[in-house]
């Protein structure tokens, strides 16, 4: 069947035949252009124009595997702790082994759905671990936008569930004399210091086993300087070191992590009673906030920013902890004193 077409139509034609391909199939992708533009040329030019610019965006990026791997890199080009690369380097493995394909994903193509359900399948059951889990997440995704290999980040859309505390469960005075009589044995000599720091400073375990006694203690005046390389949250502080006379060992030994769970041993904790996290601090904390009532100075001994945590964590646990309290801060005294007089 001869048709006639226009001059038009012909040139259209020579501008498809230049293109390759079939004509037709390239009749068809204008079709669709014009139609996505609601028959606007206008508009299907910029239809044709986002969709190209998108395209080119989708090249210009990497697998997660490689963001995280960078994300490290930049971590450990800023000296950033080895717990904290080491951290990093362990969650965001735990969330491509429990996500199988994660690793091989495209960040530019990662939204904030999969995110939380990357999140939940690798830390569902472990609030605090999630929270942690999600910052670690988000700061492979800030690296990205750095490198370019994304717009924004998907896990700010990602909410942050609530932990709930549980609650303060200060050393009985017992425990604390146990501890203390532990370290007095010939093979606990060396944690002396680092009892009493926890103990009497509530200064935290890994700040402890980071502390130089010779440029990190003012033995003369009674201080101790918590560096912001040594801090947990990076901000220094000075703490109060009290009955420092009472200190007769005054070293951190070296493999002190190994060191402090043979102390604890040896005072009795065990599968059966198990050591409470952190609870050297709580308990200084706690007889702190029940015997002076000054949550001001014991805000800045432990070195949080504001005292809201002190006051929603340790207000109600201080209740009927007054005895306890005092015993606790005069055994400190009278040891001084005694330690003066011999």
Same mark, same amino acid.
């Given at each position: 069947?001869?048709?006639?077409?226009?001059?038009?139509?012909?040139?259209?034609?020579? /501008?498809? *035949?230049?293109?390759?391909?079939? =004509?037709? &199939?390239?009749? +068809?992708?204008?079709?669709?252009?014009? @139609?996505?533009? $609601?028959?606007?040329?206008?508009?299907?030019?910029?239809?044709?124009?986002?969709?190209?610019?998108?395209?080119?965006?989708?090249?210009?990026?990497?697998?997660?595997?490689?963001?995280?791997?960078?994300?490290?890199?930049?971590?450990?080009?800023?000296?950033?702790?080895?717990?904290?690369?080491?951290?990093?380097?362990?969650?965001?493995?735990?969330?491509?082994?429990?996500?199988?394909?994660?690793?091989?994903?495209?960040?530019?193509?990662?939204?904030?759905?999969?995110?939380?359900?990357?999140?939940?399948?690798?830390?569902?059951?472990?609030?605090?671990?999630?929270?942690?889990?999600?910052?670690?997440?988000?700061?492979?995704?800030?690296?990205?936008?750095?490198?370019?290999?994304?717009?924004?980040?998907? /896990?700010? *859309?990602?909410?942050?569930?609530? =932990?709930? &505390?549980?609650? +303060?469960?200060?050393?009985?005075?017992? @425990?604390?004399? $146990?501890?203390?009589?532990?370290?007095?044995?010939?093979?606990?000599?060396?944690?002396?210091?680092?009892?009493?720091?926890?103990?009497?400073?509530?200064?935290?375990?890994?700040?402890?086993?980071?502390?130089?006694?010779?440029?990190?203690?003012?033995?003369?005046?009674?201080?101790?300087?918590?560096?912001?390389?040594?801090?947990?949250?990076?901000?220094?502080?000075?703490?109060?070191?009290?009955?420092?006379?009472?200190?007769?060992?005054?070293?951190?030994?070296?493999?002190?992590?190994?060191?402090?769970?043979?102390?604890?041993?040896?005072?009795?904790?065990?599968?059966?009673?198990?050591?409470?996290?952190?609870?050297?601090?709580?308990?200084?904390?706690?007889?702190?906030?029940?015997?002076?009532?000054?949550?001001?100075?014991?805000?800045?001994?432990?070195?949080?920013?504001?005292?809201?945590?002190?006051?929603?964590?340790?207000?109600?646990?201080?209740?009927?902890?007054?005895?306890?309290?005092?015993?606790?801060?005069?055994?400190?005294?009278?040891?001084?004193?005694?330690?003066?007089?011999?």
């Amino acid at each position: 069947m001869n048709v006639e077409i226009t001059e038009e139509e012909e040139l259209a034609l020579g /501008v498809l *035949r230049r293109c390759g391909g079939s =004509v037709l &199939e390239l009749a +068809i992708l204008a079709k669709e252009a014009i @139609e996505a533009g $609601r028959g606007r040329p206008r508009r299907a030019r910029e239809c044709v124009r986002l969709g190209a610019e998108e395209m080119r965006k989708r090249e210009r990026t990497v697998t997660f595997r490689k963001a995280v791997e960078a994300a490290l890199e930049e971590r450990e080009k800023k000296n950033r702790r080895a717990r904290t690369v080491t951290d990093f380097r362990y969650y965001c493995k735990r969330l491509m082994v429990r996500n199988p394909g994660l690793a091989e994903r495209r960040v530019r193509s990662i939204t904030s759905d999969d995110c939380r359900e990357y999140l939940q399948e690798a830390y569902g059951e472990s609030p605090s671990q999630y929270r942690k889990a999600r910052a670690i997440l988000s700061g492979v995704f800030s690296t990205a936008i750095k490198h370019d290999w994304c717009d924004t980040n998907p /896990v700010s *859309r990602v909410e942050v569930p609530e =932990v709930v &505390e549980k609650p +303060i469960v200060p050393l009985t005075i017992e @425990e604390v004399e $146990r501890l203390e009589a532990a370290a007095q044995l010939p093979e606990h000599q060396e944690m002396q210091l680092s009892l009493h720091l926890m103990l009497y400073c509530g200064i935290r375990p890994t700040e402890v086993s980071r502390i130089n006694p010779e440029t990190d203690i003012d033995w003369e005046h009674g201080q101790v300087l918590v560096r912001p390389t040594t801090s947990k949250t990076g901000g220094g502080r000075v703490v109060p070191l009290r009955m420092a006379d009472a200190i007769t060992v005054r070293t951190i030994p070296h493999r002190w992590k190994e060191r402090w769970h043979a102390l604890r041993r040896k005072a009795g904790w065990n599968q059966s009673h198990p050591w409470r996290q952190d609870v050297c601090r709580h308990t200084f904390a706690t007889y702190h906030a029940a015997h002076f009532r000054n949550f001001a100075a014991l805000q800045l001994e432990m070195g949080h920013r504001d005292s809201s945590l002190l006051r929603t964590r340790y207000i109600y646990v201080t209740h009927g902890t007054n005895g306890n309290s005092e015993s606790f801060f005069k055994r400190t005294m009278y040891k001084e004193q005694r330690t003066n007089r011999e």
